[in-house]
């Protein structure tokens, strides 16, 4: 499972081999059942993830009814930002759609890494400014693009999820009900064929 992390991690930097065991040390293994959740709306996130196997969403209640608004498969870091950052209960729940592998460590633990291991904290804002970059498109394509330009952005955006994720949660992510999903794919397929 680290070696995944430390070949994500490696896309953004070199690591020494001594680095390489602080980090092993510094991220513990964890499963995440399909269905559980990594952290629900209320709590305090304690934790930053990073995904080797599996599958996340992050979603929220509005008016009672649960609104998608990212997922997060292998190679890819999760936490709710916020929340861990500023020790504050965080709005957003974060929940496995498989038995979700995964690396966590704390905040100490984070800071420990920042201060022990060379470059650490210029991967870490690369990471976040990646994510950032993300989440800001999928912000802007909710008030860009009507529920088919959602739909599509989706497929450009997950075309390894379609198939993985129950099709109301993508309803949900694109802002729709599933029937209205529906009438989204048929009317994109007859353009196709």
């Given at each position: 499972?680290?070696?995944t992390l430390?070949?994500?991690?490696?896309?953004?930097?070199?690591?020494?081999?001594?680095?390489?065991?602080?980090?092993?040390?510094?991220?513990?293994?964890?499963?995440?059942k399909?269905g559980?959740?990594?952290?629900?709306?209320?709590?305090?996130?304690?934790?930053?993830g990073?995904?080797?196997e599996?599958?996340?969403?992050?979603?929220?209640?509005k008016?009672d009814?649960?609104s998608?608004?990212?997922?997060?498969?292998?190679g890819?870091?999760?936490?709710?930002?916020?929340?861990?950052?500023?020790?504050t209960?965080c709005i957003q729940?974060i929940?496995?759609?498989?038995?979700?592998?995964?690396?966590?460590?704390?905040?100490?633990?984070?800071?420990?890494?920042?201060n022990?291991?060379e470059?650490?904290?210029?991967?870490?804002?690369q990471?976040?400014?990646?994510?950032?970059k993300?989440?800001?498109?999928?912000?802007?394509?909710i008030?860009?693009?009507?529920?088919?330009?959602?739909y599509?952005h989706?497929m450009?955006?997950?075309?390894?999820?379609?198939q993985?994720?129950?099709?109301?949660?993508?309803?949900?992510?694109?802002?729709?009900k599933?029937?209205?999903?529906?009438?989204?794919?048929?009317?994109?397929?007859?353009?196709i064929?």
């Amino acid at each position: 499972m680290h070696k995944t992390l430390i070949n994500t991690l490696a896309n953004y930097g070199s690591f020494k081999p001594e680095e390489i065991e602080i980090c092993k040390s510094l991220f513990k293994e964890t499963i995440v059942k399909r269905g559980d959740f990594f952290i629900r709306a209320g709590e305090v996130s304690k934790y930053i993830g990073f995904i080797s196997e599996g599958l996340v969403r992050y979603f929220v209640y509005k008016n009672d009814t649960e609104s998608t608004l990212e997922f997060s498969s292998e190679g890819e870091f999760i936490v709710e930002y916020e929340s861990f950052l500023e020790k504050t209960k965080c709005i957003q729940n974060i929940q496995a759609l498989e038995d979700t592998k995964m690396l966590i460590t704390d905040h100490q633990g984070l800071q420990t890494l920042y201060n022990t291991i060379e470059n650490s904290e210029t991967i870490g804002r690369q990471i976040i400014e990646y994510r950032f970059k993300h989440l800001m498109k999928q912000l802007l394509s909710i008030y860009m693009h009507n529920p088919e330009e959602r739909y599509l952005h989706f497929m450009k955006t997950f075309p390894d999820l379609i198939q993985r994720v129950p099709q109301y949660y993508i309803a949900s992510y694109v802002g729709v009900k599933p029937e209205s999903l529906s009438r989204i794919k048929k009317r994109i397929a007859s353009q196709i064929s």
